[in-house]
């Protein structure tokens, strides 16, 4: 019975980890983009 406790908690933690991370994958993904279409908005601006 513990045990089984204790193996659902490491797979919550395992679970919780990986979601962290894709998480923050995204969220590098997602800045990078932005900053790419803010110098791009930047460059039109200048361009006009």
Excluded: D, H
Aim: zero cysteines.
């Amino acid at each position: 019975m513990s045990e089984n406790v204790v193996f659902n908690l490491k797979k919550n933690a395992v679970a919780e980890l990986f979601f962290k991370s894709l998480k923050a994958e995204w969220a590098y993904k997602y800045n990078k983009w932005s900053e790419a279409e803010l110098s791009i908005q930047e460059f039109e601006i200048k361009k006009i």
